[in-house]
């Protein structure tokens, strides 16, 4: 604002028509000279995420496809619940590279890793909306009946359990968490950070001074090695269950904090009173507190890359009731958006396929004016040759794989290094050289 003339406290009404009172439309900012609404119009916008695709549920489930900058998609989900709570589901990476078998999102491979600004904008955008709301939101629950929220004005909770895995973003997702926190006056104890268990990294959050007291869920899902290794190749990847277990028991002694297991129930697969006592088993076998640990267990989401189908209502009966036998507090959950596929990356793969069907309909040879290429980089402090390389080139993307790309001749490592880099750097972007001037 200084730098075009204005005085400062217009960045502060700025500020507050976003925050306060969730307007980014620039012309109805009425305490704004027209000068500077004219300058915000032409030179700036209030977001980067443009919705692409939007789906409602019969339950109230808001499901939207974002269009980041550079065209990559991500999701977000925001659930409404009969007590008033609203919850955002939101993403963390474009994509995810941990493979896990029954997530379209790990079906669709790992584009990119996201900005802070685009996590925490995901969580801003519906407590704007929500801010805006004038009346009641009205939904109608399982039986069809239609039930009032005794609130609709304020987001109450954030799960980062969308596209991606939070902790191989770590850096940006503990910058977006402060200003959920700070910005948005959104609770740490109200916001949960799921893992599929990345040790390096929850070693990290048990103990960093910068990331609020957020708290911890794991993709768990199965009790033993090879099992979780079949769903969950990042299990192998990180040492597996005898580096996670206690990962978890030092984070709950050390923070004084209680983790809830992700648990999916799979029909014919780990949703039987022996699946549960092999989870009791194991808490116990790794020294973890039973009264700190919380189980969440829900039906499998469906997707068309995995056979599992969810499992029935008596299976998740018994297992719920076989560990409260062994002093394992256990909830079932709803699914969620069930009618409107809102199991994280469904609709942008859904959305992905009919651009690429019309593309090709279209443009049935593809030329190099829009490349895109998609490149692994991961935040955890361990190396990972296989999730380096799990990126999808499209058929007109440029190779840097090829001989072509190689050469022997750098003077030194650093010049390697930073060769290597840059190329990472072209990689993550996407560039359609018909628009530049």
């Given at each position: 604002m200084v730098a075009w003339g204005h005085p400062k406290y217009r960045a502060q009404q700025v500020y507050n028509w976003i925050r306060q009172q969730g307007v980014t439309d620039v012309a109805l900012m009425t305490n704004l000279p027209q000068t500077l609404r004219a300058q915000l119009s032409e030179f700036s916008k209030p977001r980067s995420l443009e919705i692409a695709a939007e789906m409602v549920s019969k339950d109230g489930t808001i499901k939207r496809a974002y269009r980041c900058a550079d065209g990559q998609m991500i999701e977000s989900v925001l659930m409404p619940y009969k007590d008033g709570r609203y919850t955002a589901c939101i993403s963390s990476q474009a994509g995810c590279a941990q493979g896990c078998v029954f997530c379209a999102t790990g079906?669709?491979?790992?584009?990119?890793?996201?900005?802070?600004?685009?996590?925490?904008?995901?969580?801003?955008?519906?407590?704007?909306?929500?801010?805006?709301?004038?009346?009641?939101?009205?939904?109608?629950?399982?039986?069809?009946?239609?039930?009032?929220?005794?609130?609709?004005?304020?987001?109450?909770?954030?799960?980062?359990?969308?596209?991606?895995?939070?902790?191989?973003?770590?850096?940006?997702?503990?910058?977006?968490?402060?200003?959920?926190?700070?910005?948005?006056?959104?609770?740490?104890?109200?916001?949960?950070?799921?893992?599929?268990?990345?040790?390096?990294?929850?070693?990290?959050?048990?103990?960093?001074?910068?990331?609020?007291?957020?708290?911890?869920?794991?993709?768990?899902?199965?009790?033993?090695?090879?099992?979780?290794?079949?769903?969950?190749?990042?299990?192998?990847?990180?040492?597996?269950?005898?580096?996670?277990?206690?990962?978890?028991?030092?984070?709950?002694?050390?923070?004084?904090?209680?983790?809830?297991?992700?648990?999916?129930?799979?029909?014919?697969?780990?949703?039987?009173?022996?699946?549960?006592?092999?989870?009791?088993?194991?808490?116990?076998?790794?020294?973890?507190?039973?009264?700190?640990?919380?189980?969440?267990?829900?039906?499998?989401?469906?997707?068309g890359g995995f056979e599992g189908t969810p499992t029935q209502r008596q299976n998740v009966n018994v297992f719920v009731k076989t560990l409260e036998e062994h002093g394992i507090a256990c909830t079932p959950r709803v699914r969620r958006g069930i009618d409107i596929d809102a199991g994280c990356g469904q609709l942008t793969s859904k959305i992905q396929k009919k651009e690429a069907h019309e593309l090709q309909s279209f443009i049935p040879s593809i030329n190099s004016a829009s490349s895109i290429v998609g490149v692994y980089e991961d935040d955890a402090t361990v190396d990972d040759d296989d999730a380096a390389h799990n990126f999808v080139l499209h058929s007109n993307s440029v190779d840097f794989e090829s001989d072509e790309w190689d050469d022997p001749t750098f003077s030194s490592d650093a010049d390697e290094q930073e060769a290597a880099r840059i190329i990472a750097l072209v990689q993550g972007t996407t560039i359609k050289l018909d628009e530049l001037e």
């Amino acid at each position: 604002m200084v730098a075009w003339g204005h005085p400062k406290y217009r960045a502060q009404q700025v500020y507050n028509w976003i925050r306060q009172q969730g307007v980014t439309d620039v012309a109805l900012m009425t305490n704004l000279p027209q000068t500077l609404r004219a300058q915000l119009s032409e030179f700036s916008k209030p977001r980067s995420l443009e919705i692409a695709a939007e789906m409602v549920s019969k339950d109230g489930t808001i499901k939207r496809a974002y269009r980041c900058a550079d065209g990559q998609m991500i999701e977000s989900v925001l659930m409404p619940y009969k007590d008033g709570r609203y919850t955002a589901c939101i993403s963390s990476q474009a994509g995810c590279a941990q493979g896990c078998v029954f997530c379209a999102t790990g079906q669709m491979g790992f584009a990119r890793q996201l900005t802070a600004d685009e996590i925490f904008e995901q969580v801003a955008i519906f407590a704007n909306e929500l801010q805006q709301q004038k009346d009641q939101q009205q939904y109608i629950d399982a039986g069809g009946q239609e039930i009032q929220h005794g609130r609709a004005t304020r987001l109450s909770n954030v799960v980062f359990m969308g596209m991606g895995e939070p902790l191989a973003n770590y850096r940006n997702v503990v910058k977006a968490v402060n200003r959920i926190t700070n910005d948005l006056g959104i609770g740490a104890r109200k916001i949960t950070v799921s893992t599929v268990g990345i040790v390096p990294n929850i070693v990290k959050l048990t103990t960093d001074p910068d990331m609020p007291p957020i708290r911890l869920a794991v993709s768990l899902h199965c009790a033993s090695d090879k099992e979780r290794s079949d769903l969950l190749p990042a299990n192998r990847r990180y040492g597996g269950l005898d580096e996670l277990m206690p990962a978890l028991r030092d984070y709950i002694e050390t923070t004084g904090r209680r983790i809830t297991l992700e648990w999916a129930l799979i029909q014919g697969e780990n949703d039987n009173a022996d699946s549960a006592r092999t989870l009791a088993s194991l808490v116990q076998r790794y020294g973890l507190r039973r009264d700190m640990v919380h189980v969440n267990v829900i039906p499998l989401n469906p997707t068309g890359g995995f056979e599992g189908t969810p499992t029935q209502r008596q299976n998740v009966n018994v297992f719920v009731k076989t560990l409260e036998e062994h002093g394992i507090a256990c909830t079932p959950r709803v699914r969620r958006g069930i009618d409107i596929d809102a199991g994280c990356g469904q609709l942008t793969s859904k959305i992905q396929k009919k651009e690429a069907h019309e593309l090709q309909s279209f443009i049935p040879s593809i030329n190099s004016a829009s490349s895109i290429v998609g490149v692994y980089e991961d935040d955890a402090t361990v190396d990972d040759d296989d999730a380096a390389h799990n990126f999808v080139l499209h058929s007109n993307s440029v190779d840097f794989e090829s001989d072509e790309w190689d050469d022997p001749t750098f003077s030194s490592d650093a010049d390697e290094q930073e060769a290597a880099r840059i190329i990472a750097l072209v990689q993550g972007t996407t560039i359609k050289l018909d628009e530049l001037e």
